[in-house]
Antibody
Framework: EVQLVQSGAEVKKPGESLRISCKGS????????ISWVRQTPGKGLEWMGR????????NYSPSFQGHVTISVDRSISTVYLQWSSLEASDTAIFYC????????????WGQGTLVTVS | EIVLTQSPGTLSLSPGERATLSCRAS???????LAWYQQKPGQAPRLLIY???TRASGIPDRFSGSGSGTDFTLTISRLEPEDCAVYYC??????????FGQGTKLEIK
């Protein structure tokens, strides 16, 4: 069974750094892209970027380019989303999701990580 | 950027009725790159339909998708109480690679 398990909720102050994680299991981890999706009450669901675990190549939405970094540790089947300097506007729920069936869809999702910056 | 506009914003129907949810794209998109998701409170979105009309694994046949070009529809026949959720359409292929509609909230009376 394909599963994505995300790290727990975080409360941070503006200017702090943060890294949240997403661990995949039940499938060949390096074979399928993983994306990060942000959800806020104001802007809904927004795709942030995706990474190919086989070669660590990541590409980003223009809205998030330069503000976040997506990385992978294949040895522990884990993808990361990190910020070097958080802003209050980064407060959101963040989901990781695989492109297992097709690259065009998000077919398996993590449970979400709530990040509060205040 | 392709903008997906969903309507109505909220839909309130009774069990057993039929729900018709619309997703309109600001530019023509290929049907193979249009998907629908269901999100219940406190849960992650769940893939319902991909390639505009193909049900994902385990999705009941009460859910169906249709459409092409710029107009797509999710239909839920014979509504059940557990269908209460927010439904999102999503496209793939245009920069940014993926965009979502703003969602339609389905209420079951």
């Amino acid at each position: 069974e394909v599963q994505l398990v995300q790290s727990g909720a975080e409360v941070k102050k503006p200017g702090e750094s943060l890294r949240i994680s997403c661990k995949g299991s039940g499938y060949i981890f390096s074979k399928y892209w993983i994306s990060w999706v942000r959800q806020t009450p104001g802007k809904g669901l927004e795709w942030m970027g995706r990474i190919d675990p086989s070669d660590s190549y990541a590409n980003y939405s223009p809205s998030f380019q330069g503000h976040v970094t997506i990385s992978v540790d294949r040895s522990i089947s884990t993808v990361y989303l990190q910020w070097s300097s958080l802003e209050a506007s980064d407060t959101a729920i963040f989901y990781c999701a695989t492109h297992y069936l097709l690259r065009g869809v998000f077919d398996y999702w993590g449970q979400g990580t709530l990040v509060t910056v205040s | 950027e392709i903008v997906l506009t969903q309507s109505p914003g909220t839909l309130s129907l009774s069990p057993g009725e039929r729900a018709t949810l619309s997703c309109r794209a600001s530019q023509r998109i290929s049907s193979i790159y249009l998907a629908w998701y269901q999100q219940k409170p406190g849960q992650a979105p769940r893939l319902l339909i991909y390639e505009a009309d193909t049900r994902a694994s385990g999705i009941p046949d009460r859910f169906s998708g249709s459409g092409s070009g710029t107009d797509f529809t999710l239909t839920i026949s014979r509504l059940e109480p557990e269908d209460c959720a927010v439904y999102y359409c999503q496209q793939y292929g245009s920069s940014p690679l993926y965009t979502f509609g703003q969602g339609t909230k389905l209420e079951i009376k």
